[in-house]
């Protein structure tokens, strides 16, 4: 499984993203006291770091720094934090952007749904990639409840085929964790979003991932179907990506040959992948038959061909 998300979400941006809110007044030194000794008077001193603590002079501020510290940062402005999660983010810096996730959290109240939506997949995508990096159950716990947030202002935002990819990304982390039921409910929920509104590449992305959980609990034959079902529906997908076809199209070769198959007849593979019919021919097939060793074969050669953008030659 690929623990960060396929898609790099797009930057951050401001504009229109902020919703109308009241400001607060300014607070005047007249109206306040020393943070101090609590003395009130209208020529106390500004704390120069944060802005907020107020003191008689130098040495109240001395003796209380005790107790200010721990509150005396200046907290960035929206403006600031966006643009160090973009610095961070273009260069997969994760632990860059994971630093700025508490601000960003304080802010979400002003913030719009599709900024909101943008933020929570960008703090997302960091935790998968820092789960790519160290392995720790922790990134992908909180994948799983950043995509239930998306999920749910997707929903709102009546963005269905992402609210689907975002079941599927919560999918692959409970797949990760071993919580196989959980896994099976998030796919047949993105599942049921793909049929119901017609994206043929959701469809075929969660019946992988209901294959994957059927046939690692033993249901074989189930498992064998649900991945047919993937790459009936991959061909059919609404980007044409190429790449739905040989995901799925793998899953089901690792099955059968798992499953004991030895062999998979050329009528089931040839029609699903067009390029997988001139490379077999072009591979010597065994009377109208290709071993699952074969084909696996030509699927790395595929995908070798695919990254490097080169068509295949019969």
Known sequence: WIAHRAVRPRRLRLVGSILPCCSAPAMSASATCCAHCGKRGSSLNRCSRCKQAFYCGAECQKAGWKLHKAACAPKLSLQQVVAKVNTAHAADDWRGVLKCRDRMEEMMGVMSDELGEDVLATFSYAHGLGLNSTGSH???????????????????????????????????????????????????????????????????????????????EGRIEEGLDLYRNALAAAPLNESNDSAYELSALEALIEALFHSGVSEITMEEVAPLVPRYREAAAAESVRQGHLSVEELRSLLSSARLHEARGKPQEA
């Open 138 to 216: 922790d990134h992908a716990l909180s994948v799983i409840a950043l995509e239930e947030r998306r999920s749910s202002l997707l929903f709102k935002m009546k963005r269905f085929r992402d609210q689907g990819e975002a079941m599927c990304d919560k999918g692959d982390k409970l797949w990760f964790l071993d919580r196989k039921s959980d896994a099976w409910t998030a796919y047949q929920a993105a599942r049921d979003v793909g049929e119901k509104h017609g994206f043929f590449s959701l469809e075929s992305r969660a019946c992988k991932g209901l294959g994957e959980v059927a046939t690692e």
